[in-house]
C-alpha cells in the first residue's frame, strides 16, 4: 500500500486527470479501502483543494472550483507541452502575455526533471523565430473580456478604427476567430443589422462593461471559420477573384492559407479558390505562383493583366538569357 503522502499525490493525479470518479474506483487505483479513500479525500480539502462529492449508488468525486488555483500535477508530455507552449506565448501576438509566459515558463523549468529538462532545452536552442512583418499585437484583458461576452451573451459597445475612422458600434459578440497574424470577431451588428467581422486589433481598450444578455442569433453559416476566412479573404478588397485550379485540393492547400484565400474541392482533379485584393497585377502574380495550371472565372478584367504579366516575364526570361549566352 502506498504511503499517505505518495497516495494523496496519486489521488490527486487522478481526480485531475478527468472528470468523475466513483469511490469504488479510486480505491481500486490506489490499493486502498472507501474509508481510506474519504479520509484523504477530507485531507485534500484541507490543503485547499475543493473537491465535490455526490453521495448514493452513483455517486463520487469530482475535483471543484476553487477561489484559489491549487498546485496541479502534469505527466511528463503535459510538463513538456506546457513549457513549449508558454515559450510560443512569449513571443506570440497577443500583448501583455510575454512576462507572465516567461515567469510561468521560470517556474516550471526550475521544478522539470533533468530528462524533461534536456527536451525543452532543445527545442528551445533549435528554434530560432523568424522576423517578418509584425502583425499587430492584441491586448489581452481586451482578447479575454470579449471572450466572457461571447460566452455569458453580453451586448458590447465598441470603439472601432475602420477604413473611414472611429466609429461606435453595439454588438452582440458570437465568437472569435484567430490566424496565426491576426485576431477576428465575429459579432451581430446591432447598428447594421447584420453580422460583422472585426479586427480585434482595431478595438480599442479598454471596453465598457457589458451590456444587457441576448439571445444567441443563429450564425450566419455552421461553420463559423469558413464564413470569417471569406469575410477577411475577399469582402474587404475591390477585387474578388474566383480562381479554378486544374489539381486536386490536397495539392493546393499546402500552397495556400485560411487569411490568405478559401479553397473549396469541385472534384476530384480541381478545386476553386477565393480571394481578394485591390491590385489586380497582385492577385495575376499570386495566383500564378502557386504553380498550378489554372483559368479565372472572375473577375474578368484579370484576364487581360494575366497576359501583360506574362508577356513582361516572358521578355525577361529572354533578356535574361540573351545576356547569359553572350
Same mark, same amino acid.
Given at each position: 500500500?502506498?504511503?499517505t503522502?505518495?497516495?494523496?499525490l496519486?489521488?490527486?493525479?487522478l481526480?485531475q ?18 474509508? !481510506? ?23 463520487g468525486?469530482?475535483?471543484?472550483v ?10 511528463d508530455?503535459?510538463?513538456? $507541452?506546457?513549457?513549449?507552449?508558454l ?27 533533468s ?11 533549435a ?10 499585437a ?6 479575454t ?6 460566452r ?9 478604427r ?5 466609429s ?18 465575429l ?5 447594421k ?11 480599442e ?9 441576448f !439571445? ?8 463559423? $471559420?469558413a ?16 480562381i ?24 476530384a ?5 477565393? !480571394? ?14 502557386k ?6 472565372l ?15 516575364l ?13
Open positions: 500500500m502506498l504511503e503522502s505518495a497516495r494523496l496519486r489521488l490527486l493525479s481526480l486527470s478527468r472528470a468523475d470518479w466513483t469511490g469504488a474506483e479510486l480505491a481500486g487505483r490506489l490499493g486502498a479501502g472507501l474509508r !481510506t479513500v474519504r479520509r484523504d479525500i477530507d485531507r485534500l480539502r484541507e490543503l485547499g483543494y475543493p473537491v465535490d462529492a455526490t453521495p448514493g449508488v452513483a455517486g468525486y469530482r475535483l471543484g476553487g477561489a484559489a488555483l491549487p498546485p496541479l500535477l502534469l505527466d508530455e503535459e510538463a513538456v $507541452a506546457v513549457a513549449i507552449s515559450r510560443t506565448a512569449a513571443t506570440g501576438s497577443v500583448a501583455g502575455l510575454e512576462e507572465g509566459s516567461l515567469r510561468a515558463l521560470a517556474k516550471l523549468q526550475q521544478i522539470l526533471p530528462r524533461l529538462r534536456h527536451r525543452v532545452s532543445a527545442f528551445q536552442a528554434t530560432v523565430p523568424l522576423a517578418g512583418a509584425a502583425a499587430p492584441v491586448n489581452a484583458d481586451l482578447l473580456a470579449i471572450a466572457a461576452a461571447c455569458d451573451h453580453r451586448r458590447l459597445r465598441l470603439r472601432y475602420g477604413r473611414d475612422g472611429v461606435e458600434r453595439e454588438v452582440e459578440p458570437h465568437r472569435l476567430v484567430h490566424t496565426p497574424r491576426r485576431w477576428y470577431l459579432a451581430w451588428d446591432l447598428g443589422q447584420d453580422w460583422r467581422t472585426f479586427r480585434v486589433d482595431r478595438i481598450a479598454p471596453l465598457g462593461m457589458p451590456g444587457a444578455r !439571445t444567441p442569433r443563429t450564425p450566419p453559416q455552421d461553420d463559423v $471559420a464564413y470569417v476566412s471569406r469575410s477577411i479573404t475577399s469582402a474587404p478588397y475591390r477585387y474578388q477573384a474566383r479554378l485550379f486544374h489539381a486536386p485540393l490536397e495539392a493546393v492547400a499546402p500552397q495556400t492559407s485560411a487569411g490568405a484565400g478559401r479553397l473549396e474541392a469541385v472534384d482533379g480541381t478545386c476553386r479558390y477565393v !480571394t481578394g485584393s485591390n491590385s489586380l497585377d497582385e492577385l495575376a502574380i499570386y495566383v500564378a505562383a504553380g498550378f495550371d489554372f483559368e479565372v472572375d473577375p474578368p478584367e484579370l484576364v487581360p493583366v494575366l497576359r501583360e504579366v506574362a508577356d513582361r516572358r521578355r525577361a526570361a529572354d533578356d535574361t538569357c540573351g545576356t547569359v549566352e553572350s
